[in-house]
């Protein structure tokens, strides 16, 4: 009977103790441009074959000695992804459907991360139309088929769980953009909880809209940009986002975003748009890469007793 009470006296003593967990992490936001045919070349614009080691060069400077990354693109082919997966390294992999078939066909907008550093729970590759789980299905307006990629990542060290979403809106249908827009908030909501735990939820991508757009507005509406949370002094680089292939800076434009849901619980570090074109002349892309380092602290709770 003795034993009895000690083994019931020690569980009802187990309680869960809140304690807090601390992740750095890095995002990033890069349309690469799809590789492209040579008869479909822009004027100033190299082929992927030449561009690829610049680009995997880049890269590889900016992940260096941040191992908790998470990178986000746009106007990826299949064989880029593999051509990238390749250059980071065997630790790096992706999540991410191609927009005709939710496979290998189409451009993806995939997210690259480290096998090592995160567990990748759950991920969805949703269209902007009003058929989401239909692939190929085009939304409204829209000229293509528009994807968003989402993943619930958990922290391997930490614990920690994080939701980023990867999309590419439509460039000629305004309607189509606005719609996305919707659907993006809507998507996020519903990712930014898990087993009653809040989640920090960000979205990133070519938005292919300006912050005078109403696409812009509507997500400005109900999340946060990341530009105007990251104080002023923190930030680096460009403003505009993207170039073309031209030097030329008149028709340079704000496209690429990052918004998070709920900026509550994390310290922005900086806000980069970093260069595409260096002494070689030649244009990495037609978009600059939008790097952004944060701090996110997140209450868990423990069993002790």
């Given at each position: 009977m003795?034993?009895?009470?000690?083994?019931?006296?020690?569980a009802?003593?187990?309680?869960?103790?809140?304690?807090?967990?601390?992740t750095n992490?890095r995002l990033?936001?890069?349309?690469?441009?799809?590789?492209v045919k040579?008869?479909k070349a822009?004027?100033?614009?190299?082929l992927?074959?030449?561009?690829?080691?610049?680009?995997?060069?880049?890269?590889?400077?900016?992940?260096?000695g941040?191992?908790d990354s998470?990178v986000?693109?746009?106007e990826?082919?299949?064989?880029?992804?593999?051509?990238?997966?390749?250059?980071f390294g065997?630790?790096?992999?992706?999540i991410?459907?191609?927009?005709m078939?939710?496979?290998r066909k189409?451009?993806?907008?995939?997210?690259?991360?480290?096998?090592?550093?995160w567990?990748?729970e759950q991920?969805e590759?949703?269209?902007?139309?009003?058929t989401?789980?239909?692939?190929?299905s085009?939304g409204?307006?829209?000229?293509?088929p528009?994807?968003?990629?989402?993943?619930?990542?958990?922290?391997?060290h930490?614990?920690a769980?994080?939701?980023y979403?990867c999309t590419?809106?439509?460039?000629?249908g305004?309607n189509?953009q606005?719609?996305?827009?919707?659907?993006?908030?809507?998507?996020?909501d519903r990712?930014?909880?898990?087993k009653?735990?809040?989640?920090?939820?960000?979205?990133?991508?070519?938005?292919?809209?300006?912050?005078?757009?109403?696409?812009y507005?509507?997500?400005?509406?109900?999340?946060y940009?990341?530009?105007?949370v990251?104080?002023s002094?923190?930030?680096?680089?460009?403003q505009?986002?993207?170039t073309?292939?031209?030097?030329d800076?008149?028709?340079?434009?704000?496209?690429d975003?990052?918004?998070?849901r709920?900026p509550m619980?994390?310290?922005?570090k900086?806000?980069?748009?970093?260069?595409?074109?260096y002494?070689?002349?030649?244009?990495?892309?037609?978009?600059r890469?939008i790097?952004?380092d944060?701090?996110?602290t997140q209450?868990?709770?423990r069993?002790?007793?």
């Amino acid at each position: 009977m003795k034993l009895l009470w000690l083994l019931v006296g020690a569980a009802v003593s187990v309680i869960a103790v809140p304690y807090q967990r601390t992740t750095n992490l890095r995002l990033m936001t890069y349309n690469i441009r799809y590789n492209v045919k040579p008869s479909k070349a822009e004027d100033g614009e190299e082929l992927w074959p030449i561009r690829r080691p610049l680009m995997a060069a880049q890269l590889n400077y900016e992940l260096a000695g941040r191992p908790d990354s998470l990178v986000c693109m746009q106007e990826v082919t299949y064989p880029q992804a593999l051509d990238l997966q390749d250059d980071f390294g065997n630790d790096w992999t992706l999540i991410g459907g191609g927009r005709m078939d939710g496979a290998r066909k189409g451009e993806l907008s995939p997210i690259f991360y480290r096998r090592s550093i995160w567990d990748m729970e759950q991920t969805e590759t949703y269209w902007l139309s009003r058929t989401p789980n239909k692939p190929g299905s085009k939304g409204w307006d829209a000229r293509h088929p528009r994807v968003v990629t989402v993943g619930r990542f958990r922290h391997i060290h930490t614990g920690a769980r994080i939701v980023y979403m990867c999309t590419h809106f439509d460039w000629v249908g305004k309607n189509s953009q606005v719609h996305s827009a919707a659907m993006v908030v809507d998507l996020a909501d519903r990712w930014s909880s898990h087993k009653r735990e809040r989640l920090p939820v960000f979205i990133a991508g070519d938005l292919n809209a300006t912050p005078d757009s109403p696409a812009y507005n509507l997500l400005a509406s109900h999340m946060y940009d990341v530009k105007y949370v990251v104080p002023s002094n923190k930030h680096f680089g460009n403003q505009n986002t993207y170039t073309g292939f031209t030097v030329d800076e008149s028709d340079d434009m704000e496209l690429d975003h990052m918004f998070v849901r709920d900026p509550m619980d994390i310290t922005f570090k900086s806000f980069a748009v970093l260069n595409t074109r260096y002494d070689d002349g030649i244009f990495i892309s037609d978009h600059r890469p939008i790097v952004v380092d944060m701090e996110i602290t997140q209450i868990a709770r423990r069993s002790e007793q």
